[in-house]
């Protein structure tokens, strides 16, 4: 009995390549620029979105992209480091996570739905949804491709690069509010909750495993498709829940990146 | 011959701190200035005001002719490094990723992007440094790196916010003379943050003092005199000299 069999499991595939494949890419400028934390809430700041859609009659989805993009270029205009304090941070993720608790109250929502959006559900995405998520992670790689080359300046040196012309604020608007698409799509395999583990853990163990800024960018993708369909394989034949997999998978590949790190500095 | 800096009635600062008060100046194209003066009395303001970042209230700030602008060609920086916030990549990747930085796209080097970096980074004697994670570097090689980063584009006028901060004396003195020879050989003009005078002595040719809204330019015996650094502190200051070298005490 093939995976392939089933279309439930080829349109997992299918969202967990997709999204793989543009939080890979995203996340490793998240993780360049130390703002790991801010991409982590807006995936609650989305979830008071998805929840208010609900209320509201409308698809989830939208409400995610909606609220997660728009928050995330707020995020960018309010500037200053506002997206590395943790403090700030850390009371937004609270105050929409209550919020979207307030909205599922209202709707009267079944368990399971709030569980859907808080954990992922990729073994359900129908085909609407692939559509949405093809076009969402389309847009995503055209726009990151477009501001890669001053954005990579402006993480790495932003008082060179502004000095130098560059339109720092701009780029940290345009990239947070990225960063919320980025954080749309993965919510739909991984649910709000643990977006970190494609936006954040291959990134970051692509850093520890590289110097290389191409070279791990790729393998920040790389990992993370592996994470993502392997998370989806690994669901399948054992029928644990995906985002379980995916997450561990995750922190598997950050420990392993962390543990060749430390061995090669004590040799 | 035009000056390289120029400040006219110059006056700078942020609600509730004037940095700079109707300040004149000018440095010569070819000098090499010590910059000093007390904590928070706006050196790297000065800086970001020559780089068009900061824009005075009253007053204009020229460099070679032409009004302080951020983009500008000509000028090679240096911001102020803090140790611990190293990106997790190689000397030579953010070498690349400044020049042409400006730029929408991708982020591929062009063949004539590589052949400015190895230039710039053989003026310091950087090329295999610059292949190492920066993290892995030792302060003194860092910084030669960040001084290639800051040749990149060929200035005329390089501005170094604390190249020496966090520097043993030994490499202190390795960074002081390579930043002189580069100055002498490739004919910049620089203007140097520096915490002390006695390091950069063999280096400068005049120095200047920023304090309490003032400023002093000139030659080191002329500037660094008890009456002139009381007034610039704003306490009371002796000198006092012990061979080459002065020292600033509190009266």
């Given at each position: 009995m093939s995976p392939f069999d089933f279309e439930f499991m080829r349109n997992a595939y299918a969202a967990a390549g997709m999204v793989a494949v543009t939080a890979g890419v995203a996340g490793y400028f998240l993780v360049l620029r130390g703002q790991s934390f801010a991409g982590h809430a807006l995936g609650h700041v989305g979830f008071a979105g998805a929840a208010g859609a609900l209320l509201f009659g409308l698809p989830p989805l939208a409400g995610l992209i909606v609220v997660s993009t728009g928050g995330g270029m707020m995020m960018g205009l309010l500037g200053e480091g506002v997206a590395e304090r943790d403090v700030g941070i850390g009371l937004v993720l609270a105050g929409a996570l209550a919020l979207g608790l307030l909205f599922l109250g209202f709707f009267t929502a079944s368990a399971s739905q709030a569980t859907a959006l808080l954990f992922g559900n990729v073994l359900g995405v129908d085909a609407h949804t692939l559509w949405a998520l093809l076009w969402v992670s389309l847009f995503t790689l055209v726009v990151l491709a477009f501001m890669a080359r001053p954005l990579l300046f402006a993480s790495l040196q932003p008082e060179l690069a502004e000095a130098h012309g560059v339109r720092v604020r701009l780029l940290s608007v345009m990239f947070l509010g990225v960063i919320g698409l980025v954080v749309a799509g993965a919510a739909q395999v991984v649910g709000v909750l643990l977006v970190f583990s494609l936006l954040v853990a291959p990134a970051a163990a692509a850093q520890r495993a590289t110097p290389r800024v191409l070279t791990a960018i790729a393998l920040s993708v790389a990992l993370a498709l592996a994470e993502g369909l392997g998370g989806v394989t690994l669901a399948f034949y054992t029928d644990w829940p995906a985002s379980f997999w995916i997450t561990a998978l995750g922190v598997a590949f950050y420990g392993a990146a962390f543990m060749a790190k430390w061995r090669a500095a004590r040799d | 011959m035009t000056q390289a800096v120029e400040l006219r009635g110059v006056t700078l600062g942020f609600p509730g701190c004037?940095?700079?008060?109707d300040v004149d100046l000018a440095v010569q194209q070819g000098e090499f200035l010590g910059v000093l003066g007390p904590n928070g009395a706006g050196k790297t303001t000065l800086l970001r005001a020559l780089l068009g970042l900061v824009r005075p209230s009253v007053g204009t700030i020229e460099i070679f002719g032409a009004t302080a602008q951020p983009g500008r060609s000509g000028i090679g920086y240096l911001p102020q490094t803090r140790p611990g916030a190293l990106p997790t990549v190689r000397g030579i990747d953010l070498l690349a990723a400044s020049l042409g930085g400006t730029r929408w796209g991708l982020p591929f080097s062009s063949a004539e992007a590589k052949s400015e970096i190895a230039w710039a980074l053989d003026q310091v004697d950087a090329t295999a440094l610059a292949q190492r994670p920066l993290a892995q570097l030792s302060g003194g090689e860092r910084q030669r790196v960040l001084i290639a980063q800051a040749l990149l584009g060929r200035p005329r006028l390089l501005l170094l916010d604390e190249p020496l901060s966090n520097l043993d004396p030994r490499h202190q003195r390795a960074v002081v003379s390579l930043l002189r020879d580069i100055q002498q050989k490739l004919s910049l003009t620089v203007l140097c943050i520096v915490h002390d005078l006695n390091v950069v002595l063999p280096a400068v040719d005049r120095v200047l003092y920023v304090g309490n809204g003032h400023v002093a330019l000139g030659k080191v015996d002329e500037v660094v005199t008890g009456p002139v650094l009381s007034l610039l502190y704003g306490a009371p200051i002796d000198v006092v000299r012990s061979g080459e070298y002065r020292f600033a005490v509190a009266a």
């Amino acid at each position: 009995m093939s995976p392939f069999d089933f279309e439930f499991m080829r349109n997992a595939y299918a969202a967990a390549g997709m999204v793989a494949v543009t939080a890979g890419v995203a996340g490793y400028f998240l993780v360049l620029r130390g703002q790991s934390f801010a991409g982590h809430a807006l995936g609650h700041v989305g979830f008071a979105g998805a929840a208010g859609a609900l209320l509201f009659g409308l698809p989830p989805l939208a409400g995610l992209i909606v609220v997660s993009t728009g928050g995330g270029m707020m995020m960018g205009l309010l500037g200053e480091g506002v997206a590395e304090r943790d403090v700030g941070i850390g009371l937004v993720l609270a105050g929409a996570l209550a919020l979207g608790l307030l909205f599922l109250g209202f709707f009267t929502a079944s368990a399971s739905q709030a569980t859907a959006l808080l954990f992922g559900n990729v073994l359900g995405v129908d085909a609407h949804t692939l559509w949405a998520l093809l076009w969402v992670s389309l847009f995503t790689l055209v726009v990151l491709a477009f501001m890669a080359r001053p954005l990579l300046f402006a993480s790495l040196q932003p008082e060179l690069a502004e000095a130098h012309g560059v339109r720092v604020r701009l780029l940290s608007v345009m990239f947070l509010g990225v960063i919320g698409l980025v954080v749309a799509g993965a919510a739909q395999v991984v649910g709000v909750l643990l977006v970190f583990s494609l936006l954040v853990a291959p990134a970051a163990a692509a850093q520890r495993a590289t110097p290389r800024v191409l070279t791990a960018i790729a393998l920040s993708v790389a990992l993370a498709l592996a994470e993502g369909l392997g998370g989806v394989t690994l669901a399948f034949y054992t029928d644990w829940p995906a985002s379980f997999w995916i997450t561990a998978l995750g922190v598997a590949f950050y420990g392993a990146a962390f543990m060749a790190k430390w061995r090669a500095a004590r040799d | 011959m035009t000056q390289a800096v120029e400040l006219r009635g110059v006056t700078l600062g942020f609600p509730g701190c004037t940095v700079l008060r109707d300040v004149d100046l000018a440095v010569q194209q070819g000098e090499f200035l010590g910059v000093l003066g007390p904590n928070g009395a706006g050196k790297t303001t000065l800086l970001r005001a020559l780089l068009g970042l900061v824009r005075p209230s009253v007053g204009t700030i020229e460099i070679f002719g032409a009004t302080a602008q951020p983009g500008r060609s000509g000028i090679g920086y240096l911001p102020q490094t803090r140790p611990g916030a190293l990106p997790t990549v190689r000397g030579i990747d953010l070498l690349a990723a400044s020049l042409g930085g400006t730029r929408w796209g991708l982020p591929f080097s062009s063949a004539e992007a590589k052949s400015e970096i190895a230039w710039a980074l053989d003026q310091v004697d950087a090329t295999a440094l610059a292949q190492r994670p920066l993290a892995q570097l030792s302060g003194g090689e860092r910084q030669r790196v960040l001084i290639a980063q800051a040749l990149l584009g060929r200035p005329r006028l390089l501005l170094l916010d604390e190249p020496l901060s966090n520097l043993d004396p030994r490499h202190q003195r390795a960074v002081v003379s390579l930043l002189r020879d580069i100055q002498q050989k490739l004919s910049l003009t620089v203007l140097c943050i520096v915490h002390d005078l006695n390091v950069v002595l063999p280096a400068v040719d005049r120095v200047l003092y920023v304090g309490n809204g003032h400023v002093a330019l000139g030659k080191v015996d002329e500037v660094v005199t008890g009456p002139v650094l009381s007034l610039l502190y704003g306490a009371p200051i002796d000198v006092v000299r012990s061979g080459e070298y002065r020292f600033a005490v509190a009266a």
